[in-house]
């Protein structure tokens, strides 16, 4: 039992804590600088700029918004309040998804460090940044047919964006950004915190052997992959590094999943996309996600 100063603390609780505080160091700066990133796309930024650079057409304009992500190059965790920050702006919730799901696979930290673990001209590395961009665009197309895309933000958010501006003529745009940041910061903290404890407590709860034993199957490495994608929340800017030493064990598509599908559906990301998104619809995106990810896997496990 390790032994902190005077107190001593349980080896599952010990780890708990680790894991925890480990994935809340990691993410903590990318979720500030999502929120600054926000703050300038909301209050700096004129509204035109953003409009006019984008095509008319919905697939093409979709298209170009995956691809914001090499301009903004966050992980995903600071994407949520800059999603957010596009809705505000007077995106469709359809498009701040795609750019939300595209954003932490296509960008220029994430590719570099792919192709510096797996090789640039590996199946990895190609799977990764295709699949990620066509599941990003079919839930953004999905999604735009809804006939109400209001109704799939939470109440609360909702609300926030209808607020009337009348008092933000009275406000400096520091003021403005101070303001937003306070209450970004108040919704998106509590949720990060909350995420990173589930997080490390599941790590603890689920043996790393088990899933280590399913590496050989085409069809179980996938499932294993996504749960293992799904519990540990690794910033998507290092997980490449962190699951290169499972290359060995696992098979190449199972590997592209946990990179496709970890970066955008896991615990830490959905409890932060609460703050935005209905429970109804976090449900879709997983299902729709998970399935996506898992044939693009087949397909590499088939095909390399």
């Not at 702006?89 to 994430?110: D, R």
């Not at 998106?188 to 790393?208: D, E, K």
């Amino acid at each position: 039992m390790p032994t902190l100063g005077p107190w001593s603390l349980p080896n599952h609780l010990q780890d708990l804590l680790t894991l925890s505080i480990s994935v809340i160091v990691e993410s903590l700066p990318f979720v500030v600088l999502g929120i600054v990133l926000s703050i300038v796309v909301q209050v700096w930024v004129p509204d035109r700029w953003i409009m006019r650079v984008l095509p008319r057409n919905a697939v093409l304009r979709r298209a170009m918004i995956s691809f914001l992500g090499i301009f903004l190059p966050v992980c995903e965790c600071g994407n949520v309040p800059l999603a957010r920050g596009l809705i505000v702006k007077g995106f469709t919730v359809s498009e701040s998804m795609t750019f939300l799901l595209a954003a932490p696979i296509v960008n220029p930290i994430t590719i570099l460090t792919t192709g510096q673990a797996f090789g640039f001209d590996s199946w990895v590395f190609f799977a990764r940044l295709v699949g990620g961009f066509l599941i990003a665009n079919v839930i953004g197309w999905l999604f735009s047919k809804h006939p109400d895309q209001d109704s799939l933000l939470t109440d609360r958010f909702a609300a926030e964006c209808r607020l009337p501006d009348s008092h933000e003529h009275d406000q400096t745009r520091w003021q403005k950004s101070v303001e937003l940041f306070t209450r970004e910061s108040g919704v998106i903290m509590p949720a990060l915190f909350i995420g990173s404890l589930v997080a490390g407590f599941v790590q603890v709860a689920i043996p790393r052997s088990v899933l280590l034993n399913l590496g050989s199957n085409p069809v179980w490495s996938i499932l294993a992959m996504m749960v293992l994608a799904f519990v540990i929340s690794v910033c998507s800017n290092v997980d490449a590094f962190f699951i290169l030493p499972f290359a060995s064990t696992f098979l190449p598509g199972s590997i592209a999943v946990f990179l496709i599908f970890g970066p955008i559906i896991d615990i830490k990301m959905l409890t932060l996309m609460r703050t935005t998104f209905r429970a109804k619809v976090l449900v879709q995106l997983t299902v729709i996600v998970g399935l996506l990810s898992a044939l693009i896997g087949l397909v590499v496990n088939y095909v390399a």
